[in-house]
């Protein structure tokens, strides 16, 4: 059955859009990503902060957007905890971008694309971020597949496509790990 998401509010669908358009502009940078991601308030969505996913630019496999985003807005506040924040994501967290959400005491997560949207193009960990909230002693709302095909849409640019065949974790013909039967 295919999960509909329902936005609180207009302003959810338009944090995502300012986000997907945010993170397309990496498409005209070496190193082109999809994966963007968004803290704001939760009360006023001010945007507190925002960053994209950085591992091929700094080496370092940890560098996903949301774990980039949560690090640099904890950094603004001068503190660790994101209690009153909502992480937007374009795509559906990984285990360890939810688990740090978590950690940083994150009121919301909102995703567009899924971990399945995105393993079409590169190896992913197949456990959804609500199973990872699921399995832990903190909660936090997760809500997806907001503008999803807008969301999946950085995944199929044809700069996005291209830089693929580069990553070390690009999906390849051959590749078999991580599917499920």
């Not at 939760?42 to 960053?51: D, E, H, K, Q």
């Not at 949301?66 to 909502?86: D, H, I, N, Q, W």
């Not at 995105?118 to 997806?144: F, T, Y």
Request: charged share 25%; aromatic share 8%; proline share 6%.
């Amino acid at each position: 059955m295919e999960k509909v998401f329902k936005p609180k509010s207009d302003r959810d669908e338009a944090i995502m859009a300012e986000l997907v358009q945010f993170t397309a502009r990496s498409f005209g940078t070496p190193c082109p990503v999809p994966f963007g991601a968004a803290i704001v308030d939760s009360r006023s969505g001010g945007l507190l902060y925002r960053a994209r996913n950085s591992v091929m630019r700094e080496n370092d496999p940890s560098s996903h957007a949301e774990l980039r985003t949560v690090r640099l807005a904890a950094k603004k506040l001068g503190k660790p905890s994101l209690a009153g924040y909502t992480l937007y994501s374009t795509c559906e967290p990984c285990p360890m971008c939810m688990a740090n959400a978590l950690w940083a005491g994150l009121d919301r997560v909102v995703y567009g694309a899924t971990i399945e949207d995105a393993n079409r193009h590169c190896n992913q960990i197949h456990i959804p971020a609500e199973e990872v909230v699921r399995r832990s002693d903190m909660s936090c709302v997760v809500e997806g597949e907001l503008l999803r095909d807008l969301c999946y849409g950085l995944f199929t640019d044809p700069r996005m496509l291209k830089a693929f065949a580069g990553w070390s974790t690009r999906k390849t013909n051959n590749d078999t790990r991580g599917k499920h039967d």
